[in-house]
């Protein structure tokens, strides 16, 4: 039996294969998140990449290949503790616990704010100017904020936030955004209202307006570098001065009970 026709359809088949394999297995390091949408990207463009070869295109698929080698060192980067993990389980044989999905403990909404609440309260002690970004029920899309600042996806921590607010490092100028119970950034340069506020109101109080303004599902948090005093800004209102005892049962009652309001 002549088997020469196999051949042709054979290796593009295996080619196929482990590409999906491959991508399985990236999604099962992701797990969930805003990650997930990241390695979607990049797929997409390896599939891209590899349909334009196979259509005999010249320039086109010299740009995607360029594209497609940035993205994989952002990948690289983005990723590095997750592949530390997935290279070790190669490692060590343990091939078992690789096709594990990625499961991330994430924290209870009323411990994510208590963390903020209690960065906030020593923050207004010290008299150290804050502002804090926080989505609500929709999901913040970075690109509307006019400078996204630096990508940190980090846990939730008063000390993180504490840290990031102090005067001497490079991030404190700029706002924090707070999604899914992590900090997804540091840094960012936000939208100012453009309403007419009282004169004891700063630059940070105009950007918290801003924020809210251009995206009503948020809240944003202020500090007053000044006087200490808190505020918080939703809808492009501010409502202050408030306690951290206030505080907490806003955010409780906007983010925690949603369907009580």
């Known amino acids: 039996m002549d088997l020469r026709w196999i051949t042709p359809w054979l290796l593009p088949t295996v080619d196929l294969t482990l590409v999906l394999a491959l991508t399985y297995l990236l999604l099962l390091l992701v ?9 979607r990207g990049f797929v997409l463009l390896t599939f891209a990449t590899a349909l334009s070869r196979e259509l005999g295109l010249r ?22 503790a997750d592949l530390r993990r997935f290279l070790e389980k190669i490692g060590r044989g343990s091939f078992g616990q690789v096709l594990q999905p990625a499961r991330r403990a994430k924290p209870a909404p009323d411990t994510v704010i208590d963390e903020i609440i209690e960065a906030v309260r020593e923050l207004s002690q010290r008299r150290i100017g804050a502002l804090i970004v926080i989505e609500a029920n929709e999901p913040i899309d970075e690109g509307q904020i006019p400078v996204p600042g630096v990508n940190l996806n980090a846990e939730v921590s008063k000390e ?21 119970a992590r900090i997804i950034s540091a840094g960012m340069i936000l939208p100012l209202s453009q309403r007419s506020t009282s004169r004891q109101l ?16 948020c809240l ?15 809808k492009g209102l ?24």
């Open 31 to 39: 797990g969930e998140g805003r990650a997930l949408w990241m390695v």
């Open 59 to 80: 320039v086109l698929p010299f740009l995607l290949e360029k594209l497609l080698l940035g993205a994989t060192v952002v990948m690289a980067v983005f990723f590095q």
């Open 160 to 180: 993180l936030l504490q840290t990031i607010f102090q005067p001497a490092t490079l991030l404190h100028d700029g706002a924090v955004l707070i999604s899914q």
């Open 202 to 217: 700063g630059t940070r109080h105009r950007a918290a307006m801003g924020v809210t303004e251009l995206i009503p599902d």
């Open 220 to 234: 944003c948090i202020v500090v007053s570098e000044e006087t200490g005093a808190i505020s918080l800004a939703e």
């Open 238 to 261: 501010l409502d202050r001065p408030l306690t951290c005892n206030r505080l907490r049962e806003i955010l409780l009652d906007r983010l925690v009970n949603p369907a009580k309001k």
